[in-house]
């Protein structure tokens, strides 16, 4: 009987064990994936600790990267469904699967922050953001000049202030879906006007999308940013969605003029 037990218990544990190296075998999967679907392309987790906490981030190295020559690199903030620590989420909507469906049409190094909690602001982890950017710039040959900021929804915000708070970094700004004055956060989250973003980063080109029925983050949010950069004699595109509500991401990073207009953008110029 004690030998049926063990035997009885061996296959449970067998069964179980099958289970983890299957659910470990997805989560894998869906990061080679999300990679962008090329034995060429590269994703790498990494992380940093900035004031005690640990921030994962995901470095996306495109077809063909090669150190012989400088590449343009790309920063996307998540929305706010995607923060946590997992190094997972900020992949799953915006840019990510827009690489994953046409690799060929980015070729720049992604990074991808995560921030941990959803209430915060991306401006409350610029230290974080500066930490990656730093990592990332030591350890592959980047364009300085060629250096953009990208965002959807709370990331949209970050983008703006972002931009605004270094605005010396920054060779071009796409917000999708952002506002100006935080919503949520604390003491370091931005509570200023849209005016003052759109003069501070009158010099970046912006290109910036909403949808007219985002009922998350109105459209009129989009519009005053993009009048208040323009006024200040910045160079602005607003592309606006009828009929499309919070996400409008999933139509704005398959734009088919985005990468090119956005990675022909020289910091200077």
Same mark, same amino acid.
């Given at each position: 009987?004690?030998?049926?037990?063990?035997?009885?218990?061996?296959?449970?544990?067998?069964?179980?064990?099958?289970?983890?190296?299957?659910?470990?075998?997805?989560?894998?999967?869906?990061?080679?994936?999300?990679?962008?679907?090329?034995?060429?392309?590269?994703?790498?987790?990494?992380?940093?600790?900035?004031?005690?906490?640990?921030?994962?981030?995901?470095?996306?190295?495109?077809?063909?990267?090669?150190?012989?020559?400088?590449?343009?690199?790309?920063?996307?903030?998540?929305?706010?469904?995607?923060?946590?620590?997992?190094?997972?989420?900020?992949?799953?909507?915006?840019?990510?699967?827009?690489?994953?469906?046409?690799?060929?049409?980015?070729?720049?190094?992604?990074?991808?922050?995560?921030?941990?909690?959803?209430?915060?602001?991306?401006?409350?982890?610029?230290?974080?953001?500066?930490?990656?950017?730093?990592?990332?710039?030591?350890?592959?040959?980047?364009?300085?000049?060629?250096?953009?900021?990208?965002?959807?929804?709370?990331?949209?915000?970050?983008?703006?202030?972002?931009?605004?708070?270094?605005?010396?970094?920054?060779?071009?700004?796409?917000?999708?879906?952002?506002?100006?004055?935080?919503?949520?956060?604390?003491?370091?989250?931005?509570?200023?006007?849209?005016?003052?973003?759109?003069?501070?980063?009158?010099?970046?080109?912006?290109?910036?999308?909403?949808?007219? /029925? /985002?009922?998350?983050?109105?459209?009129?949010?989009?519009?005053?940013?993009?009048?208040?950069?323009?006024?200040?004699?910045?160079?602005?595109?607003?592309?606006?969605?009828?009929?499309?509500?919070?996400?409008?991401?999933?139509?704005?990073?398959?734009?088919?003029?985005?990468?090119?207009?956005?990675?022909?953008?020289?910091?200077?110029?």
């Amino acid at each position: 009987m004690a030998g049926a037990g063990a035997m009885r218990r061996l296959a449970v544990l067998a069964g179980v064990m099958a289970v983890v190296a299957g659910v470990m075998a997805v989560v894998a999967g869906v990061l080679v994936l999300r990679a962008g679907g090329s034995a060429r392309a590269h994703l790498i987790s990494r992380g940093v600790k900035v004031d005690g906490q640990v921030y994962p981030y995901a470095v996306y190295l495109p077809p063909g990267y090669s150190a012989q020559r400088a590449w343009p690199l790309v920063v996307f903030l998540h929305g706010r469904g995607e923060s946590g620590t997992d190094g997972r989420k900020m992949l799953t909507q915006g840019l990510a699967p827009a690489l994953e469906a046409e690799p060929g049409r980015w070729p720049a190094v992604v990074l991808f922050p995560q921030k941990p909690s959803e209430d915060s602001q991306w401006e409350e982890h610029e230290g974080a953001v500066v930490r990656m950017l730093e990592e990332v710039r030591r350890r592959w040959r980047i364009d300085a000049s060629r250096i953009y900021l990208t965002g959807l929804s709370q990331g949209g915000h970050g983008t703006w202030v972002l931009g605004a708070r270094l605005p010396q970094l920054w060779a071009a700004l796409v917000p999708v879906c952002g506002f100006a004055a935080a919503r949520g956060g604390g003491d370091a989250a931005f509570r200023g006007s849209a005016a003052q973003l759109g003069e501070t980063v009158a010099h970046l080109p912006v290109w910036a999308f909403h949808g007219e /029925d /985002d009922d998350v983050i109105p459209v009129a949010e989009s519009r005053a940013l993009v009048a208040a950069h323009t006024a200040a004699g910045g160079s602005s595109r607003l592309t606006l969605y009828p009929q499309v509500g919070h996400n409008s991401w999933e139509r704005a990073y398959r734009e088919p003029e985005l990468a090119p207009w956005l990675l022909s953008q020289t910091r200077g110029e």
